[in-house]
């Protein structure tokens, strides 16, 4: 088998050689300025995110998805053989937390909304909240969060918004719609989709672990 593996390697470094002295012809690639704004979007990694390729963007949602699902159910069995004790709360963190919490939910918003006119998008907004879900769970704790936001129905939102970004997707595609409402709604439900699936991530973690 090693044998195997070192032949395909080096046929694939072989082929990648090929490819930067040029022995493939390179199509002509169009100017992304003229595609992002037939999208109606200034950001054209927005406009090929969620527009040229967005079926790969869906998929990878899918992706995501089902990856969060494995994380649950992988670590529903497992323990670490010697519980960790919670990270001590301190009145600094606690008031870290009280004072942050807010900044960081209106930046997620403006990082989502705003993402088809510059730097953004729904994936690092979503990045961003989970972010301020761990500063929560450090400051009170992890079991008391997930009380607090109702964990138990948030399985439903997510799995719902994915629904929705599916749904909303084939409808614009079928009818050809564009423009910068769909970016913003499809960018809004992407960072739900991942601030959900990332805070399930931390708290099946903590589970298995014992404590932030």
């Known amino acids: 088998m090693k044998w195997a593996a070192g032949v395909a390697i080096t046929g694939l470094m072989a082929l990648l050689a090929l490819g930067v002295i040029g022995v493939f012809p390179r ?5 992304p300025e003229p595609v992002a704004l037939s999208w109606g979007a200034r950001n ?7 527009g040229v ?3 790969d963007t869906l998929f990878e949602i899918l992706v995501y ?4 699902a494995g994380v649950k159910l992988g670590l ?3 323990r670490w053989e010697k519980r960790v004790p919670p990270v001590a709360e301190t009145p600094l963190l606690r008031r870290s937390a009280d004072i942050l919490l807010g900044p960081i939910v209106v930046f997620t918003v403006y990082v989502a909304a705003s993402g088809h006119l510059g730097p953004g998008g729904g994936f690092p907004a979503g ?3 989970g972010t301020g879900l761990l500063l929560l769970a450090l400051a009170k704790g992890v079991e008391r969060v997930s009380a ?5 129905a948030l399985d439903w939102v997510e799995y719902g918004a994915i629904v929705v970004i599916l749904g909303l997707a084939a409808v614009l595609l079928l009818l050809g719609r564009r423009g910068a409402p769909y970016f913003i709604a499809t960018n809004l439900l992407i960072a739900l989709e991942v601030a959900i699936g990332a805070w399930v991530a931390i708290h099946r973690f903590a589970l298995s672990r014992g404590e932030v």
């Open 127 to 129: 990045a961003l909240l």
């Open 53 to 55: 390729r967005l079926w």
């Open 27 to 31: 199509p002509e690639l169009p100017d």
């Open 44 to 50: 054209a990694v927005a406009a090929i995110v969620l």
């Open 76 to 78: 529903r069995f497992l």
């Open 148 to 152: 607090e936001i109702h964990e138990e």
């Open 65 to 68: 998805a089902m990856t969060i």
